[in-house]
C-alpha cells in the first residue's frame, strides 16, 4: 500500500499513512524519505512497535547513535534513549525527564550532527481526555529564506562556535551534570550559520542561542548579539508547526532545517514515557 501524506498546513509538518510494522520495499522507503525530505517533521500515527523494529526503521536513514547520557539508554537496546518522567524504585528518572524544553537542534555539537531523530509515544501524559503538552517545530528553512538580502550576505561563509555544555538547561533541570569525561567528548565545534541540505541542497539556518557561543572572526559582543538575533527570527509564529502527541505516534523531524522545543512541566504526575533513536549525520559539512 502506497502511503497517504496530509499536510499540516503550518510552516512544516505532515501526518504519514502507513504501518511501520510491515516490511518497507525500496520503492516505498523511498517515498516515505521524499515525504520526510519535503515536510521536515513527520508523524505516523496509531503505530505498535517493538523496540527491535523501532531501531530497524531508523536504521534505514543511517547509522544510529549512542547518546553521551548513557545513564538513560533503554537496557539491553543502546540505540534508544528514554524520556521520561516515571521514576524508580529509588526515586530516580529512569529517563531524561527535562529533555528539550528549551530550543535546540539534535547533536549540533557533534562534527557529524545528527540527521534526524525519531521519537515514539510509549506513554502521553493525559488529563481529562487531553493531551498535556506539545512539541513545537521551527522550519530553519523558511526562516533563511526571509532573511532581508543584506543580512544573507553577511552571514554568507561565516561558521558558528558550537559547545554542549553551553546548551541551554533549565534552572532545576534534574539530569546529571556533565562529567568531564563527557565534556572531554564533547570539543567546541565549528558549523556554518547557513547550511546546505544533504539530501535537497537548500538553505537553512543552523544556530541556536546558548549552545552557539560565538562566531570565528567576529567579536564575542558582536557575535552574541548577532546569534540571539536569529535565534529569535527562527522561532517566529510563522515558522512554526505544534505537534499534539497521540500514544503510538512515531514523530520524525529533520535535525538539518528544523529547531525544537517541548513544551511540557516534567515535574507532572501524569506519566510520559517516549523511546527516542538518533541518526548521525551521513555528511559532514
Known amino acids: 500500500m502506497k502511503p497517504s501524506v496530509r499536510r499540516s498546513g503550518a510552516a512544516c509538518g505532515a501526518e504519514i499513512g502507513f504501518d511501520l510494522s510491515r516490511e518497507i520495499d525500496d520503492a516505498t522507503f ?25 531501531i530497524e526503521f531508523s536504521s534505514r536513514f543511517g547509522e544510529l547513535e549512542i547518546h553521551i547520557v ?16 516515571i521514576r524508580d524504585e529509588r526515586g530516580e528518572h529512569i529517563g531524561l525527564a527535562d529533555a528539550g524544553v528549551t530550543w535546540h537542534t539534535d547533536t549540533s555539537y557533534r562534527r557529524r550532527p545528527s540527521r534526524c531523530s525519531l521519537l515514539y509515544a510509549k506513554e502521553v501524559p493525559q488529563r481529562d481526555g487531553r493531551p498535556l503538552g506539545e512539541t513545537v517545530f521551527a522550519n ?121 522545543l517541548a513544551v511540557c512541566d516534567y515535574a507532572l504526575p501524569e506519566r510520559r514515557l517516549m523511546h527516542r533513536t538518533t541518526v548521525i549525520g551521513t555528511v559532514p559539512f
Open 70 to 85: 548513557k545513564k538513560y539508554l533503554l537496557p539491553g537496546f543502546p540505540e534508544i534513549l528514554l524520556i521520561s518522567n
Open 140 to 260: 530553519a528553512t523558511a526562516a533563511y529564506e526571509a532573511l532581508p538580502d543584506p543580512m544573507k550576505a553577511r552571514l554568507r561563509g561565516r561558521s558558528a562556535i558550537h559547545r554542549y555544555s553551553a546548551r541551554r538547561r533549565m534552572a532545576d533541570s534534574p539530569r546529571p551534570k556533565l562529567t568531564p569525561e563527557q565534556i572531554a567528548e564533547t570539543p567546541d565545534i565549528l558549523h556554518p550559520i547557513v547550511r546546505t541540505h544533504p539530501y535537497t541542497g537548500r538553505l537553512s539556518l543552523y544556530v541556536t542561542a546558548g549552545e552557539c557561543v560565538g562566531i570565528e572572526g567576529m567579536p564575542e559582543d558582536e557575535a552574541v548579539d548577532l546569534i540571539a538575533e536569529l535565534d529569535a527570527h527562527c522561532v517566529r509564529p510563522e515558522f512554526l508547526y505544534h505537534h499534539k502527541w497521540q500514544v503510538g505516534d512515531l514523530l520524525m523531524w529533520d535535525n538539518a532545517t528544523s529547531m525544537h
Open 30 to 54: 523511498w517515498d516515505l524519505q521524499r515525504a520526510f525530505h519535503v515536510n521536515i517533521v513527520v508523524v505516523f500515527r496509531g503505530q505498535e512497535l517493538s523496540n527491535e523494529r523501532h
